[in-house]
């Protein structure tokens, strides 16, 4: 990195020298994938012996910038389309784009996903339906359109959160609980505080496992420039383990200032 000039009053430099400084640059893997849409394509043949003809199958998106996600839900649904299924797409992004339903298409229209991109509707709706509730009284909700459909798919990123640190962070969980939960689900995990989303996020995504057509989830991890490392398919009974595990692989290539000492 390099730093811009300062200008300092010299009485300031005199009373209080800065340290001696250097450039520093660094580097990290850059292992990528360079055909996104044929490693969907492969992932998602896991699905190759799945019932889907004539079912309608919600595909979740975020609102997050991930890369080519545009690419990796576009895919999704041709390849959904492809198993004789009726793919639609739904917002699962909590309360972003103002937590309105024209707020969260146009949050989606902003990363390339559009009707006619996607070759897909796009069903928007803040509607949720309330599907348990945990031991304290705090209700679960998930998006309404969601839970009418024959299955769900997830597009998600699996990535350290940057407000809280456990097992499971951002990634197909998270979008399970929040995502999905809409502006409803949002608020109410929210207001119990980052401190407890480490143990909050895993427990509402296994009952939304439990109680919702979860099918499968398309899990992106990204390298230190923000370009896809891998894709993996992931059918909902191995949520638990590969949401943990790709969780583990994101942190080991996400950019960090290294920081050195002098012998």
């Known amino acids: 990195m390099r730093f811009d000039e300062i200008d300092v009053p010299l009485q300031v430099r005199t009373a209080h020298p ?11 893997a850059r292992d990528h994938i360079a055909d996104v849409e044929e490693a969907v394509r492969a992932e998602m043949q896991k699905l190759a012996g799945v019932p889907l003809t004539g079912k309608r199958i919600a595909v979740a ?12 839900v576009r895919t999704t649904v041709e390849q ?14 909590a309360s972003h784009g103002g937590a309105t339903a024209d707020g969260q298409i146009g949050v ?20 949720v339906v309330q599907i348990a509730s945990l031991e304290d009284g705090m209700p679960i909700f998930f998006d309404k359109i969601a839970s009418q459909s024959d299955g769900v798919v997830l597009c998600c990123r699996v990535k350290p959160h940057t407000d809280f640190r456990g097992e ?3 990634g197909l969980y998270k ?3 929040i995502g999905l939960g809409k502006h409803r689900g949002a608020v109410e995990i929210h207001s119990r505080g980052f401190p407890n989303f480490h143990h909050l996020i895993p427990r509402v995504g296994r009952i939304v496992l439990e109680k919702m057509p979860i099918l499968f989830g398309v899990a992106v991890v990204e390298n230190a420039y923000h370009q896809v490392l891998r894709v993996e398919g992931v059918p909902s009974a191995d949520f638990e383990g590969r949401d943990k595990a790709l969780q583990v692989l994101a942190k080991e290539h996400i950019a960090r200032i290294l920081v050195l000492s002098r012998g």
Do not use: Y
């Open 18 to 28: 800065f340290p001696d400084m250097v450039d520093v640059e660094q580097c990290f």
């Open 61 to 72: 998106a975020g609102s997050r910038g991930i890369a080519a996600i545009d690419r990796v």
């Open 80 to 93: 959904l389309k492809g198993f004789g299924a009726e793919p639609f797409i739904v917002p699962a992004m």
């Open 108 to 127: 989606l229209a902003d990363l390339g996903i559009t009707e006619e991109a996607m070759g897909a509707p796009i069903r928007s709706s803040m509607d």
């Open 168 to 170: 499971w962070e951002s």
């Open 175 to 177: 979008m399970l609980a």
